[in-house]
């Protein structure tokens, strides 16, 4: 049997997590739609969840290379859980402030001022609410894979989409 080359697993690998983190990011944005709605300001939710969800795949992706949670392994997976949530939120934190400078610099801003920019971004409340919604979506889809690895994939599609006996 031949195997797939490597960037073919993982754009598959990359699809399954963005689905999961397009349900979950979809289920909060259409939340923040509703608040918006209030002082008619329009937000396109489709392409906000989508790039987000992609985003957030890539970050899953790139830190399981990384193996952060190796020693993890033989702990309670309730603590695997959180950890690797943590350690996911962490990376977002540092892709949020990287994209928060590469903006500032785009809009001429000296490094210093993009950084200082990014930094001061971290404390506002619209920041830190994304963070706790983010940190949420990774808990649950860090448990989802958790179970995913358990029973594997056919049998939790199996368990999900096929009819019961």
């Known amino acids: 049997m031949i195997k797939d080359p490597w960037w ?12 999961v983190f397009f349900i ?17 300001i329009d937000f396109y939710i489709i392409s906000a969840a989508l790039v987000g969800s992609l985003i ?3 970050v899953v992706l790139i830190f399981d290379l990384l ?15 959180f950890f690797r949530s943590f350690v996911y939120l962490l990376g977002f934190i540092i892709f949020k402030v990287l994209e928060s400078m590469i ?14 920019s990014a930094i001061h971004e971290l404390g ?4 830190i609410t994304s963070m706790v919604g983010v940190f949420v979506g990774f808990l649950f889809f860090n448990a989802f894979w958790v179970i995913r690895a358990k029973y594997g994939p056919k049998e939790l599609y199996d368990l999900f989409f ?4």
């Open 8 to 19: 073919k697993r993982e754009l598959k690998e990359m699809f399954a997590i963005a689905t």
């Open 24 to 40: 979950i990011y979809i289920l909060f944005l259409f939340m923040k739609k509703a608040l918006l709605a209030d002082y008619s």
């Open 56 to 58: 957030l795949a890539k």
């Open 67 to 81: 193996q952060l949670s190796r020693r993890m392994d033989h702990s309670p997976n309730i603590y695997r859980v």
């Open 103 to 116: 903006k500032g610099l785009i809009d001429n801003e000296s490094f210093s001022q993009a950084l200082n």
């Open 124 to 127: 506002e409340t619209p920041f």
């Open 162 to 165: 096929k009819k019961s006996v």
